[in-house]
């Protein structure tokens, strides 16, 4: 029997069609057909006043550390619980992190911890909505406009996804995306960035643009492009907004697909869990979730290990997921040490994630959980 893989990318069908159509365009590089396509299809279901989309998320993240103009010795909150791209984006413009732990039930960052951490030097806090579960952003706004900090969401995991009836990456002055292949939906390797605050269009279509205005120029708006400011090269290809848009376009298909597998796996390992002492995902009532992952809580470290080896030898791929940033080497070197963030510590020994991805089949699914169920703490 073949190995059930951790992830494995989803086809809407429509991925080729738009390739040839790109091809047929004779149009390669960024912010043709294909891409503004893309921008336009996300400014109007989420309703944000810009999308641009972008090589990678991480390069997204980069963008909104520009355009923050954080400086060197800024503080920039963030959870440790996260990818590193969060908080290197920050790095890069010579920022200092400050890693805020997480709450135990959402493993997103701890609202009712972060004034504690605010400082004179802290320019803004970045909350991941990790699995797509929206952070409390009701508290991390109000601690925000009270200390005027800015927001930006890493929304990697949770395009489409709802807190309290609002889309997640409309909160802060800018959210960031990702279409990477583990993403729900993909491009291979891709990002957006949304971006709220109108003030900083103009500004980011800039950046993303080599520090030129040459947007403005494309629109007739200068009568020709130079050099207005720092940035870098953010734009994919067209051949990669073609295939972004068949997946974007399939986004009933694959958010069905993702919402019966999460549901599977949730109603079919209910009793296993519960008899084991391991802990399933909590979505709070007031949440839509995207359905990006499905992870286990086991009761330790060893018991981890154990399944993942378990799981492993039944030819099923589960993987943990985010070592604490701030016990990395890279965090040590910022001051981090064990205990600054205990909840983060323990979860991250404990979590597992189990195969996810849009074209699971009954057959896979039905393999997982027998797998899974054969394991006895
Ligand atoms: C995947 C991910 C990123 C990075 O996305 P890329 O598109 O690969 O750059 C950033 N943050 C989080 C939380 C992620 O899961």
Known sequence: ??????????????????????????HLSGDGVFTKACSS?????????????TTSCTHALEMSAMLLDIQPGDEVIFPSFTFVSTVNAFILRGAKPIFVDIRPDTL????TKIESLVTDKTKAL????????????DA????????????????AHGLFAKYKGKYLGTFGSMATQSFHET???????????????????????IIREKGTNRSRFFRGQVDKYTWVDMGSSYLPSELLAAFLL?????????????????????????????????????????VEQPYHMYYLLLPDLHSRTAFIKHMKDHGIMSVFHYLPLHLSPMGINFGGKEGDC????????????????????????????KAAMAFKV
């Open 183 to 205: 993403k729900n939906f993909t491009s291979g390797e891709g990002g957006a960035l949304l971006i709220n605050d109108p003030e900083m269009i103009e500004r980011a279509e």
């Open 246 to 286: 068949a997946q974007l376009e399939g986004c009933e298909e694959i958010q069905n697909r993702r919402k019966n597998i999460w549901e599977y796996y949730d109603l079919h390992l209910n009793a296993w869990t519960e008899e084991n002492s391991i802990r399933r995902p909590q979505v709070p009532a007031y």
């Open 342 to 369: 205990p909840i983060t510590e323990m979860m991250s020994d404990r979590l597992v994630r189990l195969p996810f991805y849009s074209g699971m089949t009954p057959e896979d699914l039905q393999r997982v959980v």
């Open 108 to 111: 997103n960052m701890d609202e």
């Open 140 to 155: 991390i706004q109000s601690i925000a406009d009270k200390h005027q900090l800015k927001i930006v969401e890493d929304n």
């Open 41 to 53: 299809l996300l400014e109007q279901v989420l309703g944000v006043n810009k999308v641009l989309i």
């Open 126 to 137: 970045v909350p991941v909505h990790y699995a797509g579960v929206g952070c409390e952003m």
């Open 1 to 26: 029997m073949e190995n059930i893989p951790f992830n494995r990318p989803f086809y809407t069908g429509n991925e080729k069609l738009n390739i040839q159509t790109a091809l047929d365009n004779a």
